[in-house]
């Protein structure tokens, strides 16, 4: 990979796990965790001028991110010291020419019912991105980038 320059656009997508238990508000369907989560990405993502999609499952998120790389180089070295995650793990970076996820500043993936048909296309039981390999990464983002929203402006 040729060498970026700061205002270079780039995809980071990475894995991270989370460090609380999941705890589910049977009224809204939703984690309230994530809920703080996305609302707080929205924001920043928004003043930084950074797009992306997450997902989260199996206590496991899978981030996906563009911008500029100065812009994403100083938001991974936030998430490093969040902890409300740990062990982050960069799945892929790589140079993009336009934003897949212009119109996201967080989407919230619901693609439940991609992913364990993903999962079984690979012989997995779990999700757990840590195991992925490139071909995986490319796969899910894909996914990702097609899937519909699956909570609204928090």
Same mark, same amino acid.
């Given at each position: 990979m040729s060498e970026q320059t700061p205002d270079q656009l780039i995809r980071m997508t990475y894995t991270s796990k989370a460090t609380f238990t999941p705890l589910n508000d049977k009224k809204e369907g939703y %984690?309230?965790?994530?809920?703080n989560i996305l609302t707080t990405s929205r924001r920043q993502n928004r003043k930084n001028k950074l797009v992306g999609a997450l997902y989260f499952g199996?206590? @496991? !998120? !899978?981030q996906c991110l563009e911008g500029a790389k100065q812009?994403? %180089?100083a938001l991974y070295a936030k +998430?490093? =010291? %969040?902890e409300r995650h740990t062990e982050l793990k960069v799945l892929s970076l790589e140079p993009i020419e336009k934003f897949a996820f212009?119109?996201?500043?967080? =989407?919230y993936a619901a693609i439940d019912q991609d992913v364990p048909s993903f999962l079984k296309s690979y012989g +997995? *039981? =779990? !999700? *757990?991105? @840590?195991h992925f390999t490139p071909e995986m990464t490319a796969e899910l983002i894909h996914i +990702?980038?097609?899937a519909n929203e699956g909570m609204a402006e928090a």
């Open positions: %984690d309230r965790n994530i809920i199996n206590g @496991y !998120f !899978f812009h994403i %180089d +998430l490093e =010291k %969040d212009s119109s996201w500043e967080m =989407k +997995l *039981d =779990k !999700f *757990d991105p @840590y +990702l980038q097609s």
